[in-house]
């Protein structure tokens, strides 16, 4: 929607959102029609811990340039960034073609979106925003997993140890949660599930080490907070 149109919708669910128990960290939403980059000062004073964005809207250097003022006040602001599945502006189809079963999104643009996204910010975002905390949803669609086909193509390798880079294990079990530590290592995952829509592997898939890192450890790193204590 245009800014004027999609103002009083994304007021009306930030504020929502931070009405709701102080406990519950909330990712404040912005227009991008255009980004405006006070927006994210803006809903940080006001509670938000973060800022998140669809994988769409920094899914090349075209689109992370148009997003470079929301990164920069994020950046500057100490504040983390979550890249969630969705389009960016300006699509001119349909996120899920007429037809398809209700899987087919999750599974193809949801996964194509992320790892173009990933791929994106490590390749042109990160040199730009060298200490932006990043988590990406959904084990940025398994982009990590491919560091040997970007290697092999020229691409920067270096991306999967990277500290600032997060991923969420919405919607992935043990096989996939395991393949991509064994990549970027346990210290850049964080748990997260895909309530209501889909139930959440349990947290201790890995084990209890794992398990105290997802939830509390790397949590409070990704947030820029101290640790909380985890139970047993």
């Known amino acids: ?4 149109e999609a103002e009083p919708l994304l007021d009306a669910h930030n504020r929502g959102l931070l009405d709701l128990d102080p406990r519950l960290g909330v990712w404040g939403a912005v227009s991008l ?12 004073a006001a509670g938000a811990v973060g800022i998140s964005l669809p994988a769409g809207a920094l899914a090349g250097p075209r689109s992370l340039e148009r997003c470079a003022g929301v990164l920069d006040r994020l950046e500057a602001n100490n504040a983390p960034l ?7 502006p300006g699509r001119a189809q349909a996120y899920a073609e007429p037809g398809a079963p209700g899987w087919w999104p999750a599974m193809t643009r949801y996964v194509g979106d992320m790892n173009a ?5 490590v390749a042109f975002g990160r040199p730009r925003h060298p200490r932006l905390r990043v988590v990406f949803a959904m084990l940025a669609g398994g982009a990590p997993l491919h560091v040997e086909r ?3 193509r020229g691409g920067p390798t270096a991306s999967v140890a990277d500290p600032g880079l997060f991923y969420d294990t919405s919607s992935y079990g ?12 346990v210290d850049q995952v964080v748990y997260g599930s895909d309530r209501p829509v889909v139930d959440p592997a349990p947290a201790s898939v890995l084990g209890p080490a794992a ?4 939830v ?3 949590v409070a790193r990704l947030l820029g907070e101290r640790p909380a204590a985890v139970a047993a």
Do not use: Q
């Open 1 to 4: 929607l245009p800014r004027a």
């Open 211 to 214: 398990r105290a890192a997802m």
């Open 174 to 185: 043990a096989r996939t949660i395991d393949a991509i530590v064994r990549v970027v290592g």
């Open 33 to 44: 029609r255009p980004p405006v980059a006070l927006d994210v000062d803006d809903l940080l």
């Open 216 to 218: 509390a450890t790397n």
């Open 117 to 121: 996204a990933w791929h994106a910010f």
């Open 82 to 88: 979550l890249v969630h599945p969705g389009p960016g």
């Open 150 to 152: 970007l290697g092999a």
